[in-house]
Structures are given as C-alpha cells and as structure tokens.
C-alpha cells in the first residue's frame, strides 16, 4: 500500500496500552493477484475482484490472503503478551527488561474486575459491589508497589536487571512489534475476539479487526460472512 497515513491506525487498550499499525504490505487486492496468478491473470474490475475475495473465503482458499502482511506494535500486560504469544504464525520482537529500566506507572491497574463462575472454567463476571472492587484494586496496587520498591531496592544493590526484575508482576506492562499475515491474523480473532477469551485480550482482538476492516474492507467483510467463528465482532 502505498502513501497509508498509519497515524490513523493507533487504538488505545486499557488503562495505558496501545496498538497501532506501523506498517503493512498488499491489501485486498494482493490477495485477488495472487489467486489469480494460478491462471496467469491478474486484476480485473472491482466487482469481479471482491467477487472473488468472497469466493475465496466462502470456500475455504486462503493461502492468498497470507501475502496481506501487517505489522503492529503493541502494549500490553505481560500477561496478555503470553497468550498473544502462542499465536505462532507470526514474527515477535519484545522490549527487552534485561536492557531497559520498569517504570513505576507501568503496571495495569483493571477497572473491569471479574469473579469466577463455578459451573463455568472460562466465564468469569464483572464484579459490582463497589465495596469489594475498592478493596480488590487497593490489594492489587499495594502489591504493585512494594514489588516496584523492591525492584528498585535491588537494582541499588547492584543486581542486574535481568535478575531484578523476577521480582515484579504479571500485571507490567510490556511492548512488543507483531507482523502476521491476514490469514494468521483472522486466526488470532476468531480465538482472541471471542466471549471464551480473557477480556483484556478481547479488547485488544477488537481494536486489530477494527484496523482489519478500515485496511482491507472487502477481505474483513467476506471474513466476517463465512471465517469468523467468534461472538464479539
């Protein structure tokens, strides 16, 4: 894609997250020239062409769509990191705590706190009771803070980064660049925008189809028709 004003393509997650698209190759109409190439033909009209984004989705051919490649750099808890991180197909490259300093703000304090259900492993609800919420994110932050005092304790001792930072929770933030092609990435959302995934990741999964849809409108409409196997999108 050429001239893309990728200022536009930045979402904010969370409380201090972000995801945003800092570089692509191809669109839609990559995916229709590297179907075609099967034929030794290349684009024709629009309508023919985006006819073809939904025959191929329809049925299940998507090797062309891996030649619309995205690149995002993202921030997330480090928890969320590790799920997003199982997703394989796909190039990471992860901000380094060997190398860079933790920063006290940089922890995720949650403003949508959940309670398990028993007959249900992976649904959990929002909590209400204001009461409790209150007493759950003090506990949460106190635990911030004397984990981040204790990192700090440690790094003035002399210990490396690399081993003080054992010491600080799930809930730090971490930056990471992504690159993934458009079949690995409507892969990510099916499993990522989905009432059954955590609703940190889901939240980052809405953001990544919204960028999806305002990139590649006609590969993210036929997806949604006959790929997408999610409940959120």
């Known amino acids: 894609m050429e001239n893309i004003d990728f200022s536009k393509f930045e979402k904010n997650i ?24 099967s034929y030794g033909q ?24 891996e030649h619309i490649v995205f690149t995002f750099h993202a921030k997330a808890p ?32 949650p403003s949508n706190v959940r309670v398990n259900v028993p007959e249900d492993r992976q649904k959990a609800v929002q909590l209400n009771d204001e009461e409790l919420l209150r007493k759950v994110i003090d506990m949460m ?9 204790i990192y700090k304790e440690l790094i003035g001792l002399g210990v490396a980064r690399e081993l003080a930072r054992i ?15 458009a079949r690995s990435l ?9 009432s059954h995934a955590q609703w940190e990741i889901q939240q980052y999964a809405i ?12 590969t993210y409409e036929a997806f949604i028709k006959y790929g997408y196997r ?3 999108l």
């Not at 010491?167 to 971490?174: D, E, F, Q």
């Not at 990510?188 to 925008?193: H, K, S, T």
């Open 14 to 37: 969370l409380d201090k997250g972000f995801v945003r698209l800092v570089d692509m190759m191809g669109d839609d109409y990559a995916a229709v020239k590297a179907a075609r190439v």
């Open 42 to 65: 290349g684009l024709k009209t629009p309508e023919r062409d985006k006819a073809l984004i939904i025959y191929l989705m329809e049925h299940g051919h998507e090797t062309p769509f």
């Open 78 to 109: 480090l928890f969320v990191a590790r799920q997003w991180f199982r997703h394989r197909i796909g190039s990471f490259n992860e901000i380094s705590q060997r190398y860079t300093e933790i920063k006290d703000e940089e922890f995720y304090i």
């Open 141 to 149: 932050e106190n635990v911030f803070d004397e984990s981040y005092k």
């Open 167 to 181: 010491v600080l929770p799930l809930a730090t933030y971490t930056q990471f660049y992504w690159t993934v092609n």
């Open 186 to 194: 409507m892969n990510f959302l099916n499993l990522r925008a989905d």
């Open 207 to 218: 953001a990544i189809a919204d960028i999806f849809k305002e990139t590649c409108p006609w």
């Open 230 to 232: 999610g409940d959120l």
